[in-house]
């Protein structure tokens, strides 16, 4: 923490949107996701003054090895996934803004799932 009050520097929690949307078979993914963002923004709030950033990045289904041991998958196709390289740019634009993010959620254009 001393690095990051020093630098003024970021905390990107890369997340899930299970942390605010509830999923059937989720629930305790859902629970560690939502315990996740509700840290990230008490950290803002107590080290905000310090000049420390912290951003809860809430993604939904994103084109990840995660999806291999489950009983569903993305639907591969470019408006029905999100790609890691989407969530990194996003990452530095937030850099590059003089105001602070605490928070975003990051959906594909259409949702469907493969079972």
């Known amino acids: ?52 950033k912290v951003v809860n990045i809430e993604p939904d289904i994103t084109k990840t090895p995660w999806f291999e041991d489950k009983n569903f998958t993305y639907y591969d196709s470019s408006d029905n996934v999100i790609e890691p390289k989407e969530i990194a740019k996003i990452v530095l634009d937030i850099i590059s803004l003089k105001s602070v993010v605490t928070d975003i959620v990051i959906q594909p254009q259409k949702f469907r799932i493969v079972k």
Not at 4 to 30: D, E, H, M, P
């Open 1 to 52: 923490i001393h690095h990051l009050k020093k630098t003024k520097g970021y905390i990107f929690n890369i997340n899930s949107i299970s942390a605010i949307k509830s999923a059937t078979y989720g629930a305790v993914y859902g629970a560690t996701k939502a315990g996740l963002k509700h840290f990230g923004n008490s950290l803002f709030n107590e080290y905000r003054k310090s000049g420390i």
